[in-house]
C-alpha cells in the first residue's frame, strides 16, 4: 500500500494502478476496485495538468488521454458499485462512475 501511495504522490497513477492488480489477495476486490478507479481519476487529472499550459496541438493527446482515463475510472467505479450493490456505500460508487463518466464526455454512460 505504501508503493501505491508512493507512486500516487509522485504524480505516476499509472504506475500505482499496476500494482492494484497485486492487491487482491491482501485486500477485498472492492477495495482494490476502488484504488483501481482514483488511480485513473488521478492519471485523468495530471495529463489535464500537463495540458493546460501547452500549444493547442500538443495539448489536444493530452486531453484526449485524460478523457479516456476518466472514462476508465467510470468503468471501474460501476464495477465497484456491483461489488457494493447492497452496502451503504453504493451511492457513492455510483455517483463517482457518473462524474467520472461526465469528467471523460461519455455522457450516454453516466445517465445508464
Request: hydrophobic fraction near 40%; glycine fraction near 6%.
Given at each position: 500500500m505504501d508503493a501505491y501511495h508512493f507512486y500516487m504522490i509522485a504524480g505516476k497513477p499509472e504506475r500505482a494502478i499496476e500494482l492494484t492488480r497485486l492487491f487482491t489477495p491482501i485486500f477485498s476486490k472492492s477495495r482494490a476496485t476502488?484504488?483501481?478507479?482514483?488511480?485513473?481519476v488521478a492519471w485523468g487529472e495530471n495529463e489535464l495538468r500537463r495540458a493546460a499550459d501547452l500549444p493547442e496541438s500538443q495539448a489536444r493527446p493530452l486531453r484526449r488521454?485524460?478523457?479516456?482515463?476518466?472514462?476508465?475510472?467510470?468503468q471501474t467505479y460501476?464495477?465497484?458499485?456491483k461489488l457494493r450493490v447492497t452496502t451503504r456505500d453504493y451511492p457513492d460508487a455510483?455517483?463517482?462512475?457518473?462524474?467520472?463518466?461526465?469528467r471523460g464526455q461519455a455522457f450516454d454512460q453516466a445517465v445508464s
Open positions: 476502488e484504488l483501481k478507479a482514483e488511480g485513473h488521454q485524460a478523457r479516456l482515463q476518466f472514462r476508465t475510472s467510470g460501476a464495477k465497484l458499485a455510483i455517483w463517482h462512475s457518473a462524474e467520472s463518466y461526465l
